[in-house]
Antibody, heavy 121, light 107 residues
Framework: QVQLVQSGTEVKRPGASLKVSCKPS????????YTWVRQAPGQGLEWMGW????????HHAQKLQGRFTMTTDRATSTAYMELSSLTSDDTAVYYC??????????????WGQGTLVTVSS | DIQMTQSPSTLSASVGDRVTITCRAS??????LAWYQQKPGKAPKLLIY???SLESGVPPRFSGSGSGTEFTLTISSLQPDDFAIYYC?????????FGQGTKVEIK
């Protein structure tokens, strides 16, 4: 079964850092690129960034510049996102998703279950 | 960045209705557009890619059309399972922006 499994719920203090993992199963990790999307409570979907495990090339949202990092570990077939200097505005469900097509992208056909992150003092 | 604008924001409809949602891009994205359905507490589900290609397993009552800057998602006969929020997303360039969503609710 093709799926992405994410790490669990996090509660963070303002100013802290966050690291979320995303582990695929049912397909070859390096065959596809991965995207991170977040959704604040009651809000829409916000694209955060994209990473290719093969090339290491990343693209990320300008608003997250400087505090958002995506990595992959080919040894463990896991994708990670890190977000630093957290504020209450970073409270959201964070999703990883995989490109439908390795070349064309064509949207995201498989999503993780989501990781709820709450930033509160 | 390419802005994606959906209309309407909310749509009230009845079972059996034909429903159309529009998505406009601030510049041409060719046919690099996907549509998703999201239900409360769940991850989005891919419905349509390449503006009009139906994802495997998605009922044929869903269809997409358009190219360039204007796109539509049509549900030919609304079913109880279709009440949800729908998002368009462009993947022509980075950042791969989403529309703000259209909520389809029961009339």
């Amino acid at each position: 079964q093709v799926q992405l499994v994410q790490s669990g719920t996090e509660v963070k203090r303002p100013g802290a850092s966050l690291k979320v993992s995303c582990k695929p199963s049912g397909f070859t990790f390096t065959s596809f690129a991965y995207t991170w999307v977040r959704q604040a409570p009651g809000q829409g979907l916000e694209w955060m960034g994209w990473i290719s495990p093969n090339s290491g090339v990343t693209h990320h949202a300008q608003k997250l510049q400087g505090r958002f990092t995506m990595t992959t570990d080919r040894a463990t077939s896991t994708a990670y996102m890190e977000l630093s200097s957290l504020t209450s505005d970073d409270t959201a469900v964070y999703y990883c998703a995989k490109d439908r097509d390795p070349m064309a992208g064509d949207g995201f056909d498989t999503w993780g279950q989501g990781t709820l992150v709450t930033v509160s003092s | 960045d390419i802005q994606m604008t959906q209309s309407p924001s909310t749509l009230s409809a009845s079972v059996g209705d034909r429903v159309t949602i529009t998505c406009r891009a601030s510049q041409s994205i060719s046919n690099c557009l996907a549509w998703y359905q999201q239900k409360p507490g769940k991850a989005p589900k891919l419905l349509i890619y390449k503006a009009s290609s139906l994802e495997s397993g998605v009922p044929p009552r869903f269809s997409g059309s358009g190219s360039g800057t204007e796109f539509t998602l049509t549900i030919s006969s609304l079913q109880p399972d279709d009440f949800a929020i729908y998002y368009c997303q462009q993947y022509r360039t980075y950042p791969r922006t989403f529309g703000q969503g259209t909520k389809v609710e029961i009339k």
